[in-house]
């Protein structure tokens, strides 16, 4: 029996936890830790954080905000000056009770969010309108004690970015938060080629202490949603409990208007979900550490490895380029990089060479392409970027494949039923409805979109008149 080259993967279809499970761990994304719920980010899931990561921080600067650092820990005292906030968090803090013997005064919190932090340093700063717009980012790990967890979905420490900042008006906040919104829709969908919808949370789904949250939802193969990322109207709450006030233009004394917005780790997960196939990762071209992996056919022969590491040298200048010249079986290499998700790869032996020529295979869709070495920079770069459109072409039309319409609450569990995925129905805006639908469907609301559609003129759960179209979805 011949020795597989890779470890199976568990398919799709079969069990898609596991193989998600499967994916993260034999394509080398992360390790798991001996604290439950922790995972250990290896290099290759490390590097495709930072490139989201470098991508997202440049617009970040690009709209006028700076970078800052708050510290780790919380006061229980500072926490529990805004009450919807601190309620919303209590069963998800982790609590530092003792400094070496000594058990402390009082409780500190590992944050899990540091709007409280950023309330109390802006209290500090902030006098006139003059100091204002106050446009401060953080790039930082947080801690949340999770129930269950899975790799980049839900860990008990994450890295994310979180905004914080503070305008003179309602106007200018509102504006900030939906402009970030945009901001990561850019990036999911032109970077991590995911389509993204784009909504307001209700009442019942927004973030604990906020005036409005927006968010962008994904959805996965498995036709689960996904939460990419929030951005949150803070209003003035958070300034009247930690007195953050300004002398307005008129000599008044005001409370400033805040937002906040974050990006997390999770939408690693999300590019696994909305990409991976049987064979493992695929990863967009303009996010992947390595976008063209080069393996020698041969490499034994004379002149081949020299062609080959001379063929990088040249390649490197315009993209992201590795070579595999270990003493490893071609077939071995193949299925490791296909596992990895690596966009391109390029083989070359003697008869190549003789050829002037060199194959391309595509990670997608596995097509083979053999192209002249004149001119292979541009053939590169023109397969990458259909590559990068492909993918979010195949993502959105799985997207709308997995989209239903419900009119009644029958119809919407027999779609649910059927076929996963979101479901557009009318809601009469009452949270009743809302836990009703989640009771008996386990589907949440995700979002009411931007983009309103009228379907109905009925409440799917109750009947009543209807006040919004909203995006319903079991989720991760």
């Known amino acids: 029996m011949s020795k597989k080259f890779v470890e199976r993967i568990t398919g799709m279809d079969e069990d898609f936890a596991q193989w998600y499970t499967d994916v993260v761990t034999k394509a080398e994304l992360v390790d798991y830790s001996s604290v439950r ?8 899931g490390y590097a495709l954080w930072e490139n989201i990561r470098n991508e997202l921080d440049r617009r970040i600067k690009e709209t006028g905000h700076e970078n800052v650092y708050m510290p780790l820990f919380i006061p229980e005292s500072l926490l529990q000056k805004e ?19 000594e058990k402390l005064g009082e409780r500190l919190v590992v944050r899990p969010t540091s709007e409280v932090l950023f309330g109390e340093h802006y209290k500090n700063i902030i006098h006139s309108y003059r100091d204002l717009p106050k446009l401060y980012n953080q790039w930082a790990n947080v801690v949340r004690w999770e129930k269950t967890t899975r790799p980049f979905l839900r860990t008990l420490e994450f890295l994310w970015q979180e905004g914080h900042t503070c305008h ?22 032109k970077f991590l080629a995911i389509p993204v919808v784009k909504g307001q949370k209700t009442e019942k789904e927004k973030f604990a202490g906020a005036k409005h949250t927006y968010t962008i939802e994904s959805l996965m193969h498995d036709g689960k949603a996904l939460q990419s990322a929030t951005s949150h109207h803070l209003g003035d709450g958070f300034a009247k409990a930690f007195g953050i006030q300004f002398l307005d233009r008129e000599g008044k004394q005001q409370y400033v208007q ?27 071209p303009r996010i992947a550490p390595t976008q063209l992996m080069i393996v020698p056919i041969a490499q034994h022969k004379e002149g081949v490895l020299d062609f080959a590491y001379d063929l990088k040298e040249r390649l490197d200048a315009q993209f992201r380029v590795g070579i595999d010249a270990s003493d490893k079986k071609p077939g071995w290499k193949f ?7 690596i966009p391109l790869r390029l083989e070359a032996g003697p008869r190549d060479i003789e050829q002037n020529q060199v194959v391309l295979v595509r990670r997608d869709t596995g097509e083979k392409l053999t192209v002249s070495v004149d001119g292979l920079e541009a053939t590169i770069a023109s397969v990458l970027e259909d590559i990068q459109a492909s993918l979010l072409e195949k993502a959105r039309q799985h997207r709308e494949e997995k989209t239903s319409v419900a009119v009644t609450f029958d119809e919407f569990k027999t779609q649910l039923e059927e076929k996963a995925g979101f479901i557009k129905a009318m809601w009469c805006g009452e949270q009743s409805c809302e836990d009703k639908i989640k009771e008996e469907t386990s589907a949440t609301s995700r979002c009411m979109p931007f983009e309103q559609e009228s379907l109905a003129d009925e409440c799917v759960c109750c009947g009543s008149k209807a006040k919004h179209m909203v995006y319903w979805a079991k989720a991760y």
């Open 37 to 44: 719920g922790s995972m250990i980010i290896r290099p290759y």
């Open 83 to 101: 009450k919807d906030h601190i309620e919303g968090f209590a069963p998800e803090v982790a609590w530092v009770t003792h400094g070496g013997d």
């Open 168 to 189: 003179e008006t309602e106007e200018l906040a509102q504006e900030e938060t939906v402009k970030m919104l945009e901001v990561y829709a850019e990036i999911c969908e």
């Open 258 to 284: 805040q937002t906040s917005w974050g990006f997390t780790t999770r939408i690693i997960g999300a590019m696994i979900m909305v990409h991976g196939d049987d064979r493992g990762l695929v990863v967009p």
């Open 335 to 341: 299925n490791e990089y296909e596992m990895k998700g």
